[in-house]
């Protein structure tokens, strides 16, 4: 097979001396990362390689052919070694035998574990035997934009014979065919009838190439997508026509300010079932589409490629808003315009259900686009929102390049139709050929797709809960953090020191991932800096589910003496800016519509008179009751809770070294100006447990725990409530 070259868009990354030191599925992996590595090329998680290579049986110990192919779920761009499944070719082969038949090419998938090689768990996807009855050492399945855009086209496989004649290819055209084995029968058949061909558009959905070996294979791969950009690239450039009809709208100069307001508001509506975490994006190539006279009809249309509408389900929301109005319009719109929304979407599952149809799921839209603005992406976490964000920009980009490719003269046939779906099924605007919804209802309800559904680990407690933690640079918030990012919480740490919450976002990182956590600067006596983290907050995950506040001082002073300043900053930090920070965040929540929580931390002092320490017992006791005022302020839909926790001396920002001298000195406890900070807080921590039930020191765990059970969904009636963690200290028993 001879191999092309002269890319222009592209880049050929193939390394002949890193290749030189794999094996034969080390080359496939290294094949599959270098094409995962370019977005042009094929989507996260989408497309497929595979290779047909000699391994030794382990049971006869001859060598048979073993086909290695992407596993279910697998992502070309991260996947490794182990992410490939394995069959025995020859038994894939002989399945034709016994093949039913497409109206039960579903029953193949379940004989897949039967011809597995080598006892290999991972599952092989219903793309398995697309790769195995094409009779190639080496297969690529992907998706790039340029390809689909082919694919989608009214005129595609005219347009794809003009390609193949300009840049001497072989390309053989299928109409569509959901995945799955009928798909492989016809692939096979097309191989067989086209001797020579170099390469199958799937109308519809995308692209399969090949070659001798890895490097061929790879090399073949992105010369055609290329060189599929470069055919395109000059349809546009001859057309010399705006982009979708040209704008007929502008972009706003305050989008961010637009899109910061209506975030909540956003997210709260698509949120009445289960809640999502949000993404916005003005780049260029989405505000060039949701300003365009063209945006409506095709965003109503939906998406082509399988791989695209799996994530941003049948059609986006467009709200039919004019940017030269009031932003203020937005909030009525978003109600109206998405009860029409779903209404449209129940109406489209009760055409296309059948008897074993899996249930209804969640009717809200994954991608809102809004004029002016910019688009709105929504998953069940960030990674996932920026994902189905990604997704709909290549489906933009594949409806740009069909209306590239489409010319004066009417297209009578849609070569999309097939066996499948006849002509009457699919529509077409502006050249562009969109799935017809039977077919997308037909992979969007699959069984198989939700047999992949039900394989997905549980989520956890706090999976798309999004938890601002203030104080979260030390102490308390820093183990409300990590506990809430162990729990599957989106964490956003907050503290007047920003050094203290990066160190602690960065280990939240470590156990949530890099897209889940943020952190940020907070004062919470100053409104602005609270607006600030607030304003963070949502435009990192689009609202916020729990505020939980650890942020307080303890006045201390070397002749012990608190001053007139110290207690008003005593009061100030512990009282008024926990009011400030509910009453900017009330704000917030309210646009939300969502049940959410607002926990702070008081404490045994609250109740417990003593000397020497009146400012700081004074606040607590003043937050406690502020805590069950707020509860009342904020029902119905805000619980606001908090925590007494006697003395915490571990990693808290309120022990300095001179405090806890002072207070070892003060209990005439013997200590060493020798001993570290730590074994001196271990002292006086020991000592404070003597005077408690349990006798064991107030860890601030321990106080996490309490908090994130009363911030969670474990606790929803409990509201003006406090939890004493204080191991027991009697004097703190309310009387």
């Given amino acids: 097979m001879a191999v092309k070259s002269g890319l222009r868009f592209l880049e050929d990354r193939w390394d002949d001396a890193v290749a030189a030191k794999l094996d034969a599925p080390e080359l496939l992996r290294y094949r599959s990362n270098l094409l995962g590595s370019d977005l042009r090329i094929t989507n996260f998680g989408g497309g497929n390689t595979s290779s047909k290579l000699d391994q030794v049986d382990p049971l006869t110990g001859q060598s048979v052919k073993v086909l290695w192919v992407k596993g279910s779920g697998g992502d070309l761009g991260s996947i490794k070694r182990q992410g490939f499944a394995t069959l025995y070719m020859d038994k894939l082969l002989s399945m034709e035998k016994v093949y039913p038949g497409v109206a039960r090419e579903d029953e193949m998938v379940a004989m897949y574990p039967l011809i597995t090689f080598g006892n290999n768990p991972v599952a092989a996807s219903i793309d398995t035997p697309l790769h195995g009855f094409l009779p190639f050492p080496h297969v690529d399945h992907l998706h790039p934009d340029w390809a689909i855009a082919l694919a989608a086209s009214a005129n595609g496989k005219i347009k794809m014979e003009e390609f193949n004649k300009q840049f001497g290819h072989k390309l053989v055209w299928l109409p569509w065919q959901r995945p799955g084995f009928e798909l492989a029968m016809m692939l096979k058949r097309a191989v067989e009838e086209n001797p020579g061909c170099d390469g199958i558009i799937l109308g519809g959905h995308g692209l399969f190439t090949w070659g001798n070996t890895q490097r061929e294979s790879y090399l073949n791969t992105i010369t055609i997508i290329d060189q599929i950009g470069q055919f395109i690239d000059a349809h546009a450039t001859k057309k010399s026509a705006a982009a979708f009809g040209g704008s007929l709208h502008k972009t706003r100069e305050d989008r961010a300010t637009v899109a910061q307001a209506i975030f909540p508001r956003l997210r709260g509506a698509v949120s009445r079932k289960q809640r999502w975490i949000g993404t916005f994006t003005d780049s260029p190539d989405v505000l060039e589409f949701v300003n365009s006279k063209q945006a409506q009809k095709l965003a109503h249309l939906g998406t082509s490629c399988p791989d695209h509408f799996i994530r941003t389900k049948i059609r986006p929301m467009y709200l039919p808003w004019n940017p030269k109005g009031d932003a203020k319009e937005l909030q009525a719109l978003i109600d109206t315009t998405l009860e ?41 976490n960030k990674t996932e929102s920026r994902l189905t964000g990604e997704f709909y920009t290549n489906a933009i980009h594949v409806m740009q390049g069909a209306g590239s490719l489409g010319e004066e003269i009417e297209c009578v046939d849609v070569p999309q139709a097939g066996p499948a779906a006849g002509p009457g099924e699919f529509t077409v605007y502006e050249n562009y050929v969109a799935l017809p919804p039977s077919e997308a209802f037909r992979i969007e309800y699959w069984a198989l797709e939700e047999a992949k559904i039900r394989r997905q680990p549980p989520e956890k407690e706090l999976s798309r809960r999004i938890a601002l933690v203030v104080g979260g640079g030390s102490g ?23 050094a203290g919450a990066e160190k602690t976002a960065e280990e939240c990182k470590s156990i949530a991932g890099k897209e889940a956590v943020l952190a940020t600067s907070i004062d919470i006596r100053n409104r602005e800096t609270i607006k600030a983290a607030l304003h963070a907050t949502i435009k990192q995950f689009g609202g916020v589910d729990m505020i939980i506040n650890t942020a307080a001082i303890f006045p201390s002073s070397p002749d012990g003496v608190v001053s007139d300043a110290q207690w008003a900053l005593t009061l100030e930090i512990n009282v008024t800016a926990n009011y400030l920070l509910a009453d900017e965040a009330q704000k917030i929540l309210d646009e939300q519509g969502l049940d959410t929580t607002l926990t702070l931390t008081s404490s045994a002092n609250a109740v417990v008179a003593k000397k020497g320490s009146e400012a700081y017992d004074v606040s607590k006791a003043a937050l406690s009751h502020l805590i069950r005022e707020l509860a009342v302020r904020l029902s119905p839909r805000t619980r606001v809770n908090g925590i007494s926790p006697a003395t915490v001396v571990k990693g808290s920002t309120m022990f300095p070294r001179d405090r806890v001298k002072a207070s070892l000195a003060k209990y005439a406890i013997a200590f060493a100006e020798t001993e570290s900070d730590d074994e001196l807080r271990n002292k ?40 004493p963690v204080d191991g027991g200290l009697v004097e703190a028993f309310l009387r």
């Fill in 340 to 380: 029409t929304y779903r209404k449209e979407y129940g109406e489209y599952y009760a055409k296309h259900a059948l008897k074993d149809s899996p249930a209804i799921r969640d009717a809200s839209p994954t991608v809102v686009l809004v004029p002016g603005v910019g688009m709105f992406t929504f998953g069940k």
């Fill in 476 to 498: 308390i918030g820093r183990e409300v953090a990590l506990l809430a990012a162990e729990r599957g919480a989106h964490v956003v740490v907050a503290d007047r020191d920003t």
């Fill in 684 to 723: 006086l921590a020991q000592f404070y447990a003597q005077r408690t039930l349990t006798h064991v020191p107030i860890d601030p765990k321990d106080c996490a725990q309490a908090i994130l059970f009363l911030a969670g969904p474990l606790t929803p009636v409990t509201t003006g409530h406090l939890i």
